[in-house]
Antibody, heavy 118, light 111 residues
Framework: EVQLVESGGGFVQPGGSLRLSCEAS????????MAWVRQAPGKGLEWVAN????????NYVDSVKGRFTISRDNAKNSLYLQMNSLRAEDTAVYYCAKDHGYDTFWDWGQGTLVTVSS | QSALTQPASVSGSPGQSITISCTGT?????????VSWYQQHPGKAPKLMIYEVSNRPSGVSNRFSGSKSGNTASLTISGLQAEDEADYYCSSYRGTSTLGIFGGGTKLTVL
């Protein structure tokens, strides 16, 4: 059974940092693009970033470029999102998702809440 | 372009059919047959309901169907049931070296 389990969310002040992790089981992430998608409270889904199988290609939404870094450790079957210079507008549930190709997400984690507030 | 255009809300009575539209451009919906639809219940993760415009993953009811014409994709739910009440999001591929794009979401109310 495919499982994605996010961790690392929490409460942080503006300008602070957090590192999200996503541990996969039931499949090897080395065969898939992986992505982070977020959802602000009461809002819709928003792409954050994705990364290819070997980590050599990464894409980011404009609003997080230069602040967030997506990475992966295929040996640990894990995906990461390093978030720096956090802003109030980054407050959201962050989902880890497995891309089956062409940005189609068959599997999602349960999400981890990031709250940025003073 | 910040999001594909979906109606904010739709409603229908049990047993009826509803259709949710998703309008993009030739750079996304109109340019690729990689439109997906997700269902999200409150407090839950999204669930894939339709992929590649009109395909259903195993386990998804055949009451859900998808189609596309030009720059607009559509999700139709027939024989509405109370459990279908949820938010629905479309998504489209936009090519390599760029992220995909989601719709703004549609809240389905089963009356």
């Amino acid at each position: 059974e495919v499982q994605l389990v996010e961790s690392g969310g929490g409460f942080v002040q503006p300008g602070g940092s957090l590192r999200l992790s996503c541990e996969a089981s039931g499949f090897s992430i080395s065969s898939y693009w992986m992505a982070w998608v977020r959802q602000a409270p009461g809002k819709g889904l928003e792409w954050v970033a994705n990364i290819n199988q070997d980590g050599s290609e990464k894409n980011y939404v404009d609003s997080v470029k230069g602040r967030f870094t997506i990475s992966r450790d295929n040996a640990k079957n894990s995906l990461y999102l390093q978030m720096n210079s956090l802003r109030a507008e980054d407050t959201a549930v962050y989902y880890c998702a497995k891309d089956h190709g062409y940005d189609t997400f068959w599997d999602w984690g349960q999400g981890t809440l990031v709250t940025v507030s003073s | 372009q910040s999001a594909l255009t979906q109606p904010a809300s739709v409603s229908g009575s049990p047993g009826q059919s509803i259709t949710i539209s998703c309008t993009g451009t030739s750079n996304d919906v109109g340019g690729y047959n990689y439109v997906s639809w997700y269902q999200q219940h409150p407090g839950k993760a999204p669930k894939l309901m339709i992929y590649e415009v009109s395909n259903r993953p195993s386990g998804v009811s055949n009451r859900f169907s998808g189609s596309k014409s030009g720059n607009t994709a559509s999700l139709t739910i027939s024989g509405l049931q109370a459990e279908d009440e949820a938010d629905y999001y479309c998504s489209s591929y936009r090519g390599t070296s760029t992220l995909g794009i989601f719709g703004g979401g549609t809240k389905l109310t089963v009356l």
